[in-house]
């Protein structure tokens, strides 16, 4: 028996010599050909790959047929028509009356259209013009001839398409088989989704997104029920998932070498082993072996990795067997706008925004979590860094594989700055009023959102930064960091900042002079609401020094929310939004102006203008206005315009 208390990984190897292990033990098995084909009816076809050439049984159209409504006429018959010595035809003996479509009468060779003719007698027509052979007429075969190719083989079956199979004589076509997979999801801790978890226990989603990545790529998947993470257990679903003769199995999660993963040594015992870690980042765990003849991959457990396992090797493995090529997407070189740190031995992917801000395409990385289910959502596109690189520096491209077309990126309006969960609101009203605008914004927080307008790396800044001589908001800020920038500053929302504390406030919070007794978690250096701390604390004499957590940094509200949820922080500054969110309690400490910065040069894009008539509109300002610690009194107003 292979000891199973731990794995340890084969070797980390290179992205494409793991491609083909799995290839050349697919061959070896017999399975690496293309699926073979299957009838299915033409109203069943849509999407489907053509199995084998798709030939004309019929001619279309399969008789000559007139093109207009009108008269049939042999062409010789009008040769003599001229304006001045009008032509008559005998109804019916020389010119004859059809309907688009009908078929032309025997020896006749045209059509003259009916508003070309006078009809002075029941029984006869008069022309005015000749006309040629063939005029007017859809000629046999025209669209085309028995015995032509209507579609090659490893086709993607359009709505066209079917009416040329059908024009063409074909009720039936034969298509590639569906690759079928069955999936596995495995742990103990997992519940299935709709289920509330409870402490330590995780929603099971990575199957639902294995799974329509299959379906997207043409196959069919069926889950199975959770497999606790048992050997045992493990190896029973396994053996009953084989039995099935699927085309592929996929082990969700156990790829690890954890105490508790299991997937390489069941896979070593029951079949071959041919890969366990590759060398890419995310999803470095990736597993591949035979069973039975029968591929299996074992899938990492967090969902940034298991969503690019689906698409590294997945779904290009299930339109090989589809005999299409891979999903073409757009490949673009974009501007990195900030520092890229790789491990030099991985072929590195990450998930980046992309929005084009001038003439220039640039590229922001999502959080780089594997477990940040939200980066999936949010990337435009996915970044390689390739092996044996070190990373990607600030104003360096980087090639970015684009998962929306390159106009809806173009329409993109990015705004980087400080964090405020009601620009997702924004967001939204922006998509439904203007369909194809979309809204991304990096947390970088007020100073770096200036700093982004200064580099020109985005269309507007979310700003809150008190100026602790004046004690008013932002101007002196974008007058310094901004000198020389034409720029309008439009005010967003009068918002409420103040302490959020566990539910009940069990520690008493309730001033700024509390914070030297507490665990605190901070915003990061250029923050506003990290400005606004350092201001109160000047203020009153407290030194960062006394505060313990101090150097606890997060990127967002909601991110110093959860930390308090999670016990790791008794209090932290933020604003009220954020405390509601996770049932948390809220001490306010006072109303800020959170404004946007928008440059000039970006005030004549679509989408930066689409966004003001958003902000202005009285929709928006009545459902930000109903979120609790927001005010919209100034919402939309230009508070300062600066010019050169």
């Not at 309730?510 to 506003?528: F, T």
Request: glycine share 8%; aromatic share 4%.
């Amino acid at each position: 028996m292979t000891d199973q208390s731990r794995n340890v990984y084969l070797e980390d190897i290179p992205l494409d010599e793991a491609r083909a292990r799995l290839e050349t033990a697919l061959r070896q098995a017999g399975r690496w050909a293309a699926l073979p084909g299957e009838p299915v009816a033409l109203d069943e076809a849509l999407g489907r790959i053509t199995a084998e050439p798709v030939w004309a049984k019929l001619s279309s159209p399969h008789y000559h047929a007139a093109a207009m409504d009108g008269y049939a006429v042999r062409a010789r018959d009008t040769l003599n028509a001229t304006e001045t010595r009008p032509l008559s035809l005998a109804l019916n003996e020389q010119a004859y009356p059809v309907n688009t479509g009908d078929p032309l009468p025997a020896d006749t060779n045209a059509v003259i259209m009916i508003e070309d003719v006078q009809q002075p007698a029941p029984d006869r027509i008069e022309i005015r013009a000749p006309v040629a052979p063939w005029q007017h007429v859809r000629m046999m075969g025209e669209d085309m001839v028995a015995t032509e190719l209507v579609l090659p083989v490893n086709h993607r079956i359009r709505p066209v398409d079917i009416g040329a199979m059908a024009g063409s004589g074909h009720d039936i076509v034969s298509v590639r088989r569906r690759p079928s997979v069955i999936i596995i999801p495995t742990g103990a801790e997992l519940v299935p989704a709709g289920q509330t978890p409870q402490p330590g226990q995780i929603i099971e989603y990575n199957s639902l997104v294995l799974q329509a990545q299959v379906i997207e790529a043409g196959g069919t998947a069926q889950v199975t029920p959770i497999v606790p993470d048992q050997p045992e257990q493990l190896r029973a679903a396994l053996a009953q998932a084989l039995r099935q003769r699927p085309d592929l199995v996929l082990v969700l999660s156990g790829s690890s070498a954890g105490s508790k993963d299991f997937t390489a040594s069941i896979l070593r015992e029951m079949g071959n082993l041919l890969v366990h870690g590759i060398a890419v980042r995310p999803g470095h765990p990736v597993i591949m072996g035979m069973a039975q003849g029968t591929p299996v991959i074992g899938v990492p457990g967090y969902p940034v990795s298991a969503a690019l396992t689906g698409e590294l090797f997945i779904q290009p493995l299930i339109q090989h067997w589809l005999g299409t090529a891979p999903a073409a997407r757009p490949r673009v070189q974009a501007i990195m706008t900030r520092k890229l740190l790789s491990p030099t031995g991985d072929d590195d992917f990450v998930r980046v925004s992309v929005a084009q801000v001038g003439d220039r395409l640039l590229a922001t990385p999502l959080n780089r979590g594997a477990g940040v289910i939200t980066s999936l959502v949010r990337a435009d596109g996915l970044a390689h860094v390739p092996r044996f690189s070190e990373g990607v520096d600030a104003g360096q491209p980087v090639e970015v594989m684009l998962y929306r077309s390159l106009e809806a990126v173009r329409r993109t309006v990015l705004a980087m700055g400080s964090h405020d969960p009601m620009l997702d609101l924004l967001g939204q009203h922006l998509a439904t009023r203007f369909p194809g605008d979309h809204l991304a914004s990096a947390n970088v927080g007020s100073l770096g959102g200036l700093v982004a307008l200064r580099r020109q790396e985005a269309h507007l800044a979310g700003i809150h930064l008190l100026d602790e001589e004046t004690g008013e908001y932002n101007v002196s800020y974008v007058q310094r960091q901004l000198k020389g920038v034409s720029l309008h500053l439009i005010t967003f929302a009068h918002r409420e900042q103040g302490f959020i504390v566990a539910h009940g406030n069990p520690l008493g919070v309730r001033s700024w002079d509390d914070l030297p007794r507490l665990r605190y978690v901070n915003r990061q250096r250029g923050a506003g609401t990290r400005v606004l701390l350092d201001y109160e604390l000047k203020r009153r004499g407290i030194s960062p020094a006394d505060i313990v957590g101090y150097e606890h940094e997060e990127y967002t509200h909601m991110a110093v929310a959860a930390a308090i949820a999670a016990g790791s922080a008794d209090c932290g500054l933020g604003v009220r939004s954020a405390a509601l969110a996770l049932g948390l309690d809220f001490i306010s400490v006072g109303w800020e102006r959170y404004d946007l910065a928008i440059p000039a040069a970006h005030l004549e894009h679509s989408g930066v203008q689409h966004l003001i008539a958003v902000l202005n509109s009285a929709e928006f300002q009545r459902a930000l206005g109903a979120q609790p610690g927001y005010d919209v009194r100034e919402t939309g107003k230009v508070q300062a315009e600066f010019s050169l």
